[in-house]
């Protein structure tokens, strides 16, 4: 434990206001399994006078996506009001206020919370636009020392960026207390920022909006061009400028920008806020909330729905098209989002329009972005995590501007008459000739005019970091082997989305085999990757070409040699670890299944989505559950009989997982699905999940490890509980809940659960179980239906229910 944290305990925590982003704040600390007390106002003439922070928590359980992990989480939370509560205060250690953006009230409500803080309490403003020191300027010395920001982003659970805003008087012990919190605890990236107007992100962000507006109608672009160009392609969000404005809503955006254009005195006081977004405000066009905004959806005479998007210049609606930018489509070849950005900015911007927008947006975001060091925090280190954590940007802007070629880029800028930042110039005159070096582990620290290490904060571990120090023991194509220390190495996916194709799969049975030199060499593994998400499953695409083959006897091969990785991981002589996060569908959710442990992030969806696509998982995914299901049973009455009914609930608990394709919206929720155990770890910051995987791994591995043997002896529930099942599968037909398909494919998932029609408690080995799923496999990929139902994924990314 640090000193910060030594004289800065915190324990229990209180938000005052329970508005979006005070009981957001709030739901997301009870995540984390700390007591939360939430105020807000008394309603005048309410008889209920906890009401209105009653309903915001209400509001919270029903909330999508979920603002907890489990909804069991939200008795952290206990309510009240300013007029009755402030007493309460007194065991809270942590302070967060989020009330209404207004300096009076803010301060009026401080002034009212101070007599009622615990010697030693640290209060912290939510406030996104309001100077933090200006806030408490008239409070007592004793408070202003533990005063300062602790900016979040919305929704607090998902968004990874708390920016922390120290004024001159903040104590260094108390700011680093709650930097340790929120990142050991809370999961968060934090960014130091000064206390400037809108902070480092949304000072950045709302720049790029802004001037995306303004090039827009410079250039005659749409808002679905818009959309494309400003996404995916540059490594920014999917939802691109428009759709995530919608979501955020015009009314937040409008509140922001003019807060931007109020304070924020710099050379771009030409990039104003859109005359059409105040119409769009005053007609309440406010985006997802108000069922319009820049998009909206229109039902037809037929009954169905269609998008349709707004025209900027008429203020009318339109049916949305698709953009055409041929530009576009052929950086997609690029699976990285720095080889996309370099594409793109080889094209000729006086030919083509993907080009002669991005000429103009980025050079004028490395401009800003540059004249903003030294104001709105000291490094471009801290820039570029705020954007990439607060906006989700796979690159922060300085890392875009080295992946375009720094020198390139600048004499391209001068050629073409663009402003060149000053330091720009001085960096290029000193032989400066990026902003990283030595593959992003130093930076350029302008005010000292030398690189300097990029500094982690303490736990936080990357493949990538370590990669670069000790290289990689072994690899092919899909994944890699690297040493992480301490006799533990990880294997890495790191194929497209992660999918699991024949180069992953040979890889895992090599490395794990028996005899082989990384048995000798390592007394456990970590399986993970720095990717977004674990794996989202096989490769779909070379399953559906071999089902249009007809390639049979193939896919039985690959189904076998599937399976053989899977069990090389299960009943491995050294204890293998999975540490799923993000998407852990399909085949990647089998993967884990069959480790000794699994050490997840706490932002899991994992799921057996096979039945999604017409299949059922052929990986020893029905096995495992089947398992499962079992263990269950019997931790509720020791030895059950196989069709009793402790057996029925738990298979028909596993049943629904398989055949609904359910994916869990948390880790916390994988463990009701029965696809994670109570004994699984689960690590709430991202960055900190492989050390906690390899400390597990350690662990044990030092404590004896014994590895598991095939299981002969497994009473299967039998023809009783599968004819139960089959009775609810006919059922569900008969109310027209599911397609014959789907009862095609419910009957197998069943039948392989249940271990086939046998006397219940047949005894059978775990090979039995394996082959009844490869068969079940097998005959769903001879079905039209299923063919139909792999290709329509693959176009759409959706299911088709056929």
Known sequence: MSSADANYPIRRVAVLGAGTMGSRIAAHIANAGF??????????????????????LETLKKSKPPAFVDPELASNIVVGNFEDDLDKLKTSDWIVEAVAEDLAIKRALLGNVIPHL?????????????PVGLIAEDMPESFRRRWFGTHFFNPPRYMRLVEIIATPESDPEAVESVANFVQSHLGKVVVLAHDTPNFVANRIGTFVLLNTFRTMLEFGLSIEEVDALTGTAIGWPKTGTFRLADMVGIDVLVSVARNFAANASDERADVLLPAALEQMLERKWLGDKAGQGFYKKERGADGKESRCVLDLNT???????????????MAKNNESAAARIRTLLAGNPDREKAARFYWQILPELWAYATNRIGEVADTVVEIDRAMKAGFNWELGPFEMWDAAGFVETVEKMRARGQAIPKTAETMLAAGITSWYRNQGAEFFDVPSSAYRPVVEAPGMMTLARIKRANGVVAKNTGASLIDLGDGIACIEFHSKMNTLGEDIVKFVQRTLRPTGD????????????????????????QVLLAIQDEEWEEIDRNVREFQAM???IRFCSRPVVAAPFGMCLGGG??????AASRQSHIELYMGLVETSVGLLPAGGGCKEMTLRAIAAANAIRMSPR???????????????????????????????????????GITMNRERLLLDAKSEAVRLADTGYVPRLPRADISVPGENILANLKLGIHMMREAEFISDHDVKIARLVANVLCGGPVTPGTQVNEQYLLDLEREAFLSLCGERKTAERIAATLKTGKPLRN
């Open 642 to 680: 196989s069709d009793s009914v402790e057996m029925n609930d738990a298979v028909r608990n596993v049943f629904e997982t398989i055949a609904m394709a359910k994916v869990s919206s948390s880790a916390v929720e994988a463990r009701a699905l029965h696809l994670m155990r109570e004994s699984d």
């Open 518 to 541: 990384a048995i000798r060499n390592f007394k456990g593994f970590v399986v993970t990757s720095d990717a977004l998400n674990f794996s989202v499953g096989a490769n779909l695409m």
């Open 118 to 130: 615990r010697d030693g309490a640290i209060v912290t403003t939510n406030t996104s636009g309001l």
């Open 35 to 56: 007591p939360v007390l939430l105020l807000d106002v008394v309603s005048p003439g309410e008889s209920v006078r906890n009401r209105l922070a009653a309903q915001s």
């Open 589 to 594: 959710a089998e993967v884990a299944l069959h």
């Open 566 to 568: 899977t069990q090389a």
């Open 315 to 329: 203020l009318e609606y339109r049916s949305a098209e698709r953009a055409k930018l041929i530009e576009l489509e």
